[in-house]
């Protein structure tokens, strides 16, 4: 078992790299439309999952400070990716939340993902991919960190 954890290991790995080289994201970023940094899809991707946050919730949950995040979102709320409303509790704070023409890109990421896995995977028995799929998805569930979700205002 322990040489199929090790193959395993190194082929995630290099899959992993593969789909977050600056070539994979260049060749994303032109079939999808929207040039942003990889961040920013991951904050869309966390918008999306999770409805509207506060600023603080979504650098927590990234394990980074405020000010990290705060120009990326002023960049996806100035491309109309995000909104930013008040929170009616707390004048002060504010929620972002992901908008239609975000979920309309997201989904354009989501295609051009699929396109390039499928010029990779052609000629691989869908039965094969299928498993694969399985085990992937058991991988991601055992090593979610989201097992606690932040707290929706």
Known sequence: MDEVLDDLERSLAAVLRSLTDRATYGEVAERCGYDLPPASWALLEYLDAYGALRVSDIAACHGVDVSSITPRLKRLENDDL????????????????????????????????????????????????????DVLRSIAVHLSHDAVRPVHL
């Open 82 to 133: 995000v909104r930013r409303e008040r929170v009616p509790t707390d004048a002060r704070a504010f929620l972002i939340s992901i908008t239609g023409k975000g979920a309309q890109a997201l989904e354009s990421i989501h295609t051009a993902r699929r396109e390039i896995l499928s010029q990779a995977l052609s000629g691989t028995d869908p039965a094969t991919v299928s498993n694969a799929t």
